[in-house]
T-cell receptor, first 113, second 115 residues
Framework: EAAVTQSPRSKVAVTGGKVTLSCHQT?????MYWYRQDTGHGLRLIHY???????EKGDIPDGYKASRPSQENFSLILELASLSQTAVYFC????????????FGAGTRLSVL | GDSVTQKEGLVTLTEGLPVMLNCTYQ???????LFWYVHYLNESPRLLLK?????KRTEHQGFHATLHKSSSSFHLQKSSAQLSDSALYYC?????????????FGQGTSLSVVP
């Protein structure tokens, strides 16, 4: 069974602080993604990566950076957290073919105060 | 660009009644793939089912959907709702024919099944 592990599962951050969300996959997948979930907006793509040491912008990248140091690991970085970044964040991985299923982690609930 | 519309944000049903969650999409690509993902509370979102060829029904875990390219639709149906079906359902589209194309999600429909 595919496995995507996110840490932490929840976090409270202060406005202006730095936040790092981590994701680890054991699926041997090339593609990894960070999504943000908000009521009424569904899942929106922040950043993705198809190879180590390279990341691409998704649909809502402003205010976020990403890092892919290895095939297994993909981090999402909020350099200056803001109230509007309070949300649930999901990491996912997939193979490269467009029929491939996305395998999601359990999510990180981030509250910025 | 590609887009997916799920017009119902919340659907509340009595157990035993049929389920139909609407999904329509827009893409310029003729060979699009459509997916339904389900997100149960305190679990990870996971694939429920994915489209096959035009007008062919796909089924999984009692749910079924048929891709209709003529109406750009991929509605999710089930003959009889169960309490355990309560969850958030996402319709998603992968349209482009390039080697990588991102998955575009709809806004999600929250299904609540009550006794």
């Amino acid at each position: 069974e595919a496995a995507v592990t996110q840490s932490p599962r929840s976090k409270v951050a202060v406005t202006g602080g730095k936040v790092t969300l981590s994701c680890h996959q054991t699926n041997n997948h090339d593609y990894m993604y960070w999504y943000r979930q908000d009521t009424g907006h569904g899942l929106r793509l922040i950043h993705y990566s198809y190879v180590a040491d390279s990341t691409e912008k998704g649909d809502i990248p402003d205010g976020y950076k990403a890092s892919r140091p290895s095939q297994e690991n993909f981090s999402l970085i909020l350099e200056l957290a803001s109230l509007s970044q309070t949300a649930v964040y999901f990491c996912a991985s997939s193979g490269g073919h467009r029929e491939n299923t996305l395998y999601f982690g359990a999510g990180t609930r981030l509250s910025v105060l | 660009g590609d887009s997916v519309t799920q017009k119902e944000g919340l659907v509340t049903l009595t157990e035993g009644l049929p389920v139909m969650l609407n999904c329509t999409y827009q893409t310029i690509y003729s060979n699009a793939f459509l997916f339904w993902y389900v997100h149960y509370l305190n679990e990870s979102p996971r694939l429920l089912l994915k489209s096959s060829t035009d007008n062919k029904r796909t089924e999984h875990q009692g749910f079924h959907a048929t891709l209709h390219k003529s109406s750009s639709s991929f509605h999710l149906q089930k003959s009889s709702a169960q309490l355990s079906d309560s969850a958030l359902y996402y319709c998603a589209l992968r349209g482009a024919s390039s080697s990588f194309s991102k998955l575009v999600f709809g806004q999600g429909t929250s299904l609540s099944v009550v006794p």
